[in-house]
């Protein structure tokens, strides 16, 4: 299988020098469309950190420390800002530092292994009236990184969207690129030869992992010529130009990645020990020959997968098989369309799962063609159940018809793209088994890329909004450390649960479409004070991939037809708000005229709108919408804009005015009527309260006008007694 995507045309091992030449030069033209819709978001991310920077009377650059990645994201920002009037300081000698704005350096010292970041974001901002955060990366499982962003006043950019995610409900956010796409690369646009193998070794790199092609190494161990450049060159240029020299770069160092990129170099990355490696490459350079080691090795992290996952069997029970001779678990599969991915999630029910269990089909109404296929499978296999509906009746609805019909002690939710893997579904059943007062449990859901999906859930509210968390979404699989144990809720794509607690506290039907199962968990949480007391586990021992498709809206529809099809989100949101006075946060997502998610005014519109459409319902709300009569509704970002707008033209002024002064204090007039006051100062000092002796001092000169006016002066002072 081929590393990476080929280039257009390939040539002959030894070519005629015309035709090579002739053909490279049509790889660089390549090459160079590829980068140009590159530049284009590069450009806007440009503009949008400009745009932050607008007003500030005087701007400090501030660095932070690292290797020589670090360097290039100076050197990029530098060229940033090389029309305005700046200052450079280190973090780490801030003591003559102050003014207006600081600018602190992008990177990743807010993850894990480093996180001296957020220890140095308070001192900045006791310095500077205003404080941004370049493009940064986050790993907000560390306590300092969350604890230091949920305080912060700073404008806080991320990277990467997986970042951005997790920061937005914690601080004021943006997104942009990453500084080091600001820098210059045209010196270092060479064909290169060969391969560069630059993988970190520092406590950063990723520790365990899949087996690749047979030239790789596993994650963790190194090539045997691996040099990491980022350590062991002396210099920026040097580094520049060792990557420069060959033609395909291997590394899961991210300024490795980006420079490679941007010089058109092939890149084959490997996450490091958190997201963000995979997380700027998606973001950052889809349109580049860069992938990633496990999109390349799906069929080899699935294989890991397995394989893992037969040796977890070993830690049930040694009777745990021995003991089910009866049928137990109905498995609740709905299906709607996607064929191919039903009949594989079958499949690996039928080949992975050692206990006894039927299997109960709905099908949402995917056509008759559809149902015909799966009416064969179950007429195949005498464990299936098969009903074909005439209706969609939605997640909610199917599994609420479904459960009805299950006469078993347990009932489990699959979704019909999930793969379970060998002990998935009996690391669950032992779970409830020993956890009596649990009335769920879900498993580790992959990404067919080793990319976590979500191991269960937790969520937190604030100012009235549930912002719910996917334990390790955005991690590599065999790089979370989460552990077994409680949760606050669980998803339904693989849940085992106990089919009492659905009869006695069934899915609100009104949750049609989607957060069906967060609203359930929610629900019965707070029947218990909050608290959940263990009613809901997750057990990493269960593993499954998730073939999932993006419920993103595609960004290139019509604005009228986006909103369309979110209201079917949205409506179902606003329902959630009605009964339990909480807004889902992704409504700041759907309808991104309310503004960003952090803006207290934002938050209240929100509000509006959901009550809105509760009143209205959603095709008199889309109706509103598309006929732009929300518009005062959506102000909430307008008003900010325009009072962002007031502060810049104020701090303008008052920079203007404090450059008036200046010129003022620094003139001939200034400085000698800044020596009379002081003189004078010295005579009023010398002689309050000594009014005898300041009179015979003027008669002695016979100057009796004089005495008159300067015993007017003093009375005028108040200093004559």
Not at 10 to 33: N, Y
Not at 320 to 341: C, G, H, K, N, P
Not at 606 to 632: C, I, K, Q, S, Y
């Amino acid at each position: 299988m081929a590393l990476i995507p080929p280039k257009p045309l390939l040539l002959p091992v030894h070519p005629p020098q015309p035709i090579r030449q002739f053909f490279e030069s049509l790889d660089a033209l390549f090459c160079s469309f590829m980068l140009s819709e590159t530049q284009t978001e590069i450009e806007k991310s440009r503009v949008r950190l400009l745009d932050a920077l607008a007003g500030a009377s005087d701007i400090t650059f501030i660095r932070s420390y690292g290797n020589i990645g670090d360097q290039l994201i100076y050197a990029g920002t530098r060229q940033l800002l090389s029309g305005l009037r700046y200052k450079e300081a280190s973090i780490l000698n801030l003591s003559g530092a102050g003014g207006d704005l600081a600018l602190i350096s992008g990177g990743g010292a807010w993850c894990g292994p480093y996180h001296d970041m957020p220890k140095h974001l308070p001192l900045v901002e006791e310095k500077f009236r205003r404080v941004i955060v370049l493009p940064s990366s986050f790993d907000v499982s560390v306590e300092s990184v969350r604890d230091a962003l949920s305080k912060t006043k700073a404008l806080v950019f991320a990277r990467e969207r997986v970042s951005y995610e997790r920061i937005k409900s914690l601080c004021e956010a943006d997104l942009a690129h990453d500084c080091a796409f600001f820098f210059d690369y045209s010196p270092f646009l060479l064909p290169g030869d060969g391969w560069l193998n630059a993988y970190r070794t520092d406590d950063e790199a990723l520790r365990g992992g899949p087996l690749l092609n047979n030239d790789q190494a596993r994650p963790g161990e190194l090539p045997a010529d691996n040099n990491d450049i980022s350590l062991t060159c002396d210099s920026l240029n040097e580094w520049l130009w060792t990557i420069a020299r060959h033609k395909t770069i291997r590394t899961d160092r991210a300024h490795v990645m980006i420079a490679a990129a941007m010089m058109g170099k092939e890149v084959i990355y490997r996450a490091s020990s958190y997201h963000k490696v995979p997380a700027i490459a998606e973001f950052a350079l889809a349109s580049l020959p860069v992938v990633g080691e496990d999109k390349l090795n799906a069929e080899q992290i699935k294989e890991t997968l397995n394989q893992e996952a037969k040796a977890s069997l070993a830690l049930l029970p040694d009777d745990f098989f021995a003991q089910r001779s009866e049928v137990e678990i109905t498995i609740v599969m709905l299906s709607y369309r996607r064929l191919d991915q039903t009949i594989n999630a079958i499949r690996a029910l039928i080949e992975n799962v050692a206990v006894p269990f039927r299997l109960l089909l709905i099908d949402n109404n995917s056509g008759p063609d559809t149902q015909e296929k799966l009416r064969e499978i179950a007429a195949a296999h005498d464990f299936i159940e098969m009903v074909l509906l005439d209706e969609n009746l939605g997640c909610a609805g199917g599994r609420d018809y479904a459960i009805r019909r299950v006469q078993t002690r347990y009932a489990m939710l699959i979704d019909n793209d999930v793969e379970v893997f060998p002990g998935a579904v009996e690391h669950l059943l032992r779970c409830l088994e020993t956890n009596p007062q649990a009335l769920a449990a879900t498993g580790r859901v992959i990404f067919p890329d080793g990319m976590m999906h979500l191991c269960g859930g937790g969520y937190r509210i604030e100012d009235g909004v549930l912002n719910y968390e996917l334990f390790g979404f955005g991690d590599r699989f065999d790089s979370w450390m989460g552990e077994s144990g409680p949760c606050q809720w669980v998803p339904g794509c693989l849940t085992l649960l106990r089919r009492e607690a659905l009869i006695e506290h069934p899915y609100d039907l009104g949750m049609r479409n989607y957060y069906e199962d967060l609203e359930w968990c929610y629900r019965l949480n707070q029947s218990g004070g909050g608290s959940g007391d263990g009613r809901f586990h997750r057990v990493v021992e269960s593993v499954a991939l998730h073939h999932h498709e993006t419920k993103n809206l595609n960004g290139s529809l019509p604005a009228e037809e986006k909103r369309k099809a979110a209201m079917k989100y949205i409506e179902t949101i606003a329902y959630f708000y009605k009964i339990h006075g909480l807004v889902i946060p992704n409504i700041f997502d759907y309808v991104q005229e309310l503004g960003p998610q952090s803006s207290a005014l934002a938050r209240s519109s929100a509000r509006l709108f959901l009550t809105l459409v509760n009143d209205h319902g959603a095709e008199r709300t889309l109706e509103m919408w598309n006929r732009g009569e929300l518009a005062p509704l959506f102000s909430v970002r307008l008003i900010e804009e325009e009072v962002d707008n007031a502060k810049r033209v104020s701090k303008s002024r008052i920079a203007e005015l404090e450059g008036q002064l200046q010129e003022i204090y620094q003139s001939r007039h200034w400085r000698f009527f800044d020596r009379y006051w002081r003189l004078r100062q010295s005579i009023l000092n010398l002689f309050t309260g000594r009014k005898t002796l300041l009179l015979p001092l003027l008669a002695t000169f016979g100057a009796e006008s004089l005495r008159v006016a300067f015993t007017s002066l003093l009375n005028l002072l108040g200093v004559n007694g």
